[in-house]
C-alpha cells in the first residue's frame, strides 16, 4: 500500500488522482448515463411508493420497491458519488437482480456535501433507517434487511450496519479510512473534521457483530482496493463475520453489473448473507 512517507512526497495532482475513479475510467460518463436512463425506465414502470419523506431535506427520501410477498427479504442500497454526487433514482436499476429472485428493494436518499457533513450525512441514514423500519410494512415490505451501498454508500453502509433492523451488509467498492482524503480535491466540498476522520472512518471503529461482506474490483484504484483488503483485515482481527469479495477484472463502475444482474457474484453474495445470518453466523 502506499505508506505515509511516499502519501507525504506525493504531488497534489498524484493525490487527487489516486481517488480520481472518473478520470482513471475512460468510459464512466458513459456508463452512469446508462445506468440512469435504464433508472428512469425502471421507475416509470414502478410508481406506487416512490418520494416517499423521511425527513426535512429535499433528498431525504426513499423509493420502495415491495416484492410479491411481503414477508421476502428486502435489500436497502445506499448510492454512491463520494458523498457529494449522484441520487437514487439514477441508482434505481440496480434493485433488478435481487427483484428477480422475489425480494423487495429500497433505496434512500440523503443531502450532499457541502450543504451537509459527513456527520450529517451519516445522521440522514440512520435517521432514513428509522423510518423505513417503522413505515415499511405499510407500503409492504416486512422481511428481513440487508443494507448494501457503493463508493460512498458502501462507506455509509459501514457505518450504520449497527441500525437494529439491519441483519446484516454488503460494502460494495467503499472507502473505510479518510485521513488521506483530506489531501485530496474530494476535501473541498467535504471539509472533513480531525474529529470526522478519527469517528467516521471504519478502519478506527469496532464494528458490530454482523456479517458484513466488502466487494471491490480487482481493475480499482489502488486506495479502493487496499481500503477493501485493511477493512476486511480489521474486522477480521476483532472477530467479526463476513467475506472479502474481490471481483476479478472490474473497475469502480462494471463492479455494479454483479448486482444488477439476478446471476451476478454481488447478487449471490446479498443471497448468502441472508443464509449466513439464518444460519447463525
Known sequence: ??????WETMSSAARDAAYNNGAA?????????????????FRDERREHLDLAYGTGERNKWDLFPGANPDAP???????G????????????????????????????????????????????????????????????????????????????????????????LAISGLYELGPIRDTYLNERLKLTDEEIAGLSPLRLKGPAKPLAIAYGTAELFPLVADSRNFHAHR????????????????????MEQLRSPNGILTRAVMRLLEDVGAGV
Open 1 to 6: 500500500m502506499i505508506d505515509r512517507m511516499t
Open 25 to 41: 475510467v475512460s468510459d464512466s460518463a458513459h456508463i452512469i448515463d446508462g445506468w440512469i436512463a435504464a433508472s428512469k425506465r
Open 74 to 80: 428486502c435489500l436497502v442500497w445506499i448510492h454512491g
Open 82 to 169: 463520494y458523498w457529494q454526487a449522484r441520487s437514487r433514482e439514477g441508482f434505481a436499476c440496480f434493485a433488478e437482480g435481487i427483484l428477480a429472485h422475489g425480494w423487495s428493494a429500497a433505496l434512500p436518499g440523503y443531502t450532499l456535501a457541502p450543504e451537509a457533513t459527513l456527520t450529517e450525512i451519516v445522521r440522514q441514514i440512520r435517521s432514513a433507517l428509522d423510518w423505513f423500519a417503522t413505515h415499511r410494512s405499510a407500503h409492504g415490505i416486512r422481511g428481513p434487511i440487508i443494507l448494501s451501498g457503493w463508493s460512498a454508500g458502501g462507506h455509509l453502509t459501514a457505518m450504520t450496519l449497527a441500525h437494529p433492523s439491519v441483519r446484516a451488509g
Open 236 to 255: 477480521a482481527q476483532a472477530h467479526l463475520p463476513g467475506p472479502l469479495i474481490p471481483v476479478p477484472n472490474a473497475n469502480h463502475y462494471t463492479i
